[in-house]
């Protein structure tokens, strides 16, 4: 006589575990993935790259934007003029430019060779590494108040933002873990996925809209149009957030592959195993039919 193993059936408790642990997995998820977007933009080599040209493009607007030549015409000129082929943009600040220093460079590679120069003071040390820069005690009193929203982009903030990754990601581990044991069977591959793609999607359709917008605005303006101050921030987006919008698509597109793909191994995985569970009863009685003829 054949023998099966009896399974203990699943504990009510755990369903109700399972659906709380995966809402507050969804919520703090979320909160992570902003935080690792944060924390890679806002890295030295990324967060001097987005003060520099975001100053840039401020500084550039007025003159026709950061491929506008007509400024650095004027720049090669002064420099020619000078007596020590030197010239000294903005009086009272400790920044010279000479002729080799912008060899080569086009328009926008020379205001960002420039602005570079502020940018780098101004992400590590703030309004004190800009007026590390003046020599003019009037510049330097001007930053008393600090640089305005430049200072959000700064090592201070990089480190913030990377002990809220730290805290968030620990937190979202231990719910992960909790989720796959109030999980069953291939359900620990399945719901951890599923949350997953669910963090992901929203964050990957927001990006990508984000990115159409910026393409669709750095469209040249209609001829004779004037700047309005939709216009004028609308081109600093566009210089300034590409970079970040297609690393966080990227994120997004990764975390929405890596969800799909968990959960179409679960569900693969669950239709062989039952397939397997519906043949064992039949072999077995097979097996007892066989046994029992003369």
Same mark, same amino acid.
């Given at each position: ?45 990324? *967060?001097? /790259?987005? #003060?520099? $040209? ?7 607007? &007025? @003159? +026709? ?63 004190? *590494?800009? /007026?590390? #820069?003046? $020599? ?7 930053? &008393? @108040? +600090? ?78 149009? &004037? ?68």
């Amino acid at each position: 006589m054949g023998t099966r193993r009896e399974l203990k059936p699943r504990p009510y408790w755990h369903v109700d575990g399972k659906w709380v642990t995966g809402i507050l997995l969804l919520f703090v998820l979320n909160i992570t993935f902003l935080a690792l977007i944060l924390v890679l933009a806002t890295t030295p080599e990324q *967060g001097i /790259a987005l #003060l520099t $040209t975001t100053l840039a493009s401020s500084y550039s607007a &007025e @003159g +026709g934007g950061l491929d506008e030549a007509g400024d650095i015409e004027i720049v090669k000129q002064r420099i020619a003029e000078s007596p020590n082929g030197e010239w000294q943009p903005i009086p009272g600040m400790r920044i010279v430019v000479r002729a080799e220093d912008i060899a080569g460079m086009t328009p926008r590679e020379m205001r960002l060779w420039f602005f570079r120069q502020w940018a780098e003071p101004i992400y590590y040390d703030g309004a004190d *590494g800009l /007026a590390s #820069l003046m $020599t003019d005690p009037d510049m330097q009193s001007e930053l &008393e @108040g +600090g640089v305005g929203p430049l200072g959000i982009i700064s090592a201070e903030t990089h480190g913030k933002l990377k002990t809220a990754l730290a805290v968030s990601g620990l937190i979202s581990l231990v719910l992960l873990g909790l989720l796959v044991f109030f999980s069953h069977r291939f359900g620990r591959l399945g719901s951890p996925g599923c949350i997953v793609l669910l963090a992901a999607i929203p964050g990957l359709v927001l990006m990508s809209g984000a990115r159409g917008w910026l393409e669709h605005s750095a469209q040249p303006p209609a001829a004779g149009g &004037e700047e309005t101050f939709i216009t004028r921030y609308s081109q600093l987006a566009v210089d300034v957030l590409p970079g970040v919008v297609n690393q966080a698509i990227q994120i997004f597109l990764a975390l929405t592959v890596l969800g799909a793909g968990l959960m179409v191994v679960a569900l693969v995985g669950a239709i062989f195993f039952r397939g397997r569970k519906d043949k064992a009863p039949a072999s077995e009685g097979l097996d007892r039919q066989a046994r029992s003829l003369p």
